[in-house]
Structure formats: structure tokens, C-alpha cells
């Protein structure tokens, strides 16, 4: 079955960075566009940032431009740098694969950006 497990969250201060990893299983990694979505406390998932099966298209939140990267290798992990962090930043961050018309979600990873 499809697995994907982040990991790289952390505590930070304001202006700092973080890298995000997820390392995926249980797909053919390069056939799927992956993202990442992220959940603030009483707040809805919204979307971060997404990436095309061979890489080569990327988009992202407006919010989130200039500031976050995301990229994948031939390794199955797909990675979200993030530059310039905010108080705002503040969130579970998880990773995602549709597949079909399933989503598939890792267990996240906590970000959390002090001011």
C-alpha cells in the first residue's frame, strides 16, 4: 500500500529555514505529481506547493513564493525548502500523492516558527 512518511519539522525563529522530506512507497514514485498541504490550528488544510511526475513543473501558494522550493529525486523523497520562515508558517505540514482519484497523506510534520 502507498506510504508516506514525513520528516524535518522542527522549532525555528522568524527568518529561518527548514527542509521538509517524504519518503514514499508502495508507487511508482515517478508516474504521480506529489505536494505538500499544511494545517494551522483551527484552521482548514490549504494547499503549499505541488510538484509534476518528471519534476519539471512546479507551482505554489502565493503566499508561499519566493520563499518555499519544492523538488523530488529518483529516490522516492520529495522535499519542500523553506527560507524566510514566519510566525504565520506555523503548521502541520503533510505530503500528498493523488493517485487515480484517491489522495493519499503522511502522519505530518510540526512546524512550528517563533516570533
Known amino acids: 500500500q502507498v506510504q508516506l512518511v514525513e520528516s524535518g519539522g522542527g522549532m525555528v525563529q522568524a527568518g529561518g529555514s527548514l527542509r521538509l522530506s517524504c519518503a514514499a512507497s508502495?508507487?511508482?514514485?515517478?508516474?504521480?505529481?506529489m505536494g505538500w498541504f499544511r494545517q494551522a490550528p483551527g484552521k482548514e488544510r490549504e494547499f503549499v506547493a505541488a510538484?509534476?511526475?518528471?519534476?519539471?513543473?512546479t507551482r505554489y501558494a502565493d503566499s508561499m513564493k519566493g520563499r518555499f522550493t519544492i523538488s523530488r529525486d529518483n529516490a522516492k523523497s520529495l522535499y519542500l525548502q523553506m527560507n524566510s520562515l514566519k510566525p504565520e508558517d506555523t503548521a502541520v505540514y503533510y505530503c500528498?500523492?493523488?493517485?487515480?482519484?484517491?489522495?493519499?497523506w503522511g502522519q505530518g510534520t510540526q512546524v512550528t516558527v517563533s516570533a
Open positions: 500528498n500523492a493523488r493517485i487515480a482519484i484517491s489522495d493519499y
Open positions: 508502495g508507487l511508482t514514485f515517478g508516474l504521480y505529481a
Open positions: 510538484i509534476s511526475p518528471s519534476g519539471g513543473s
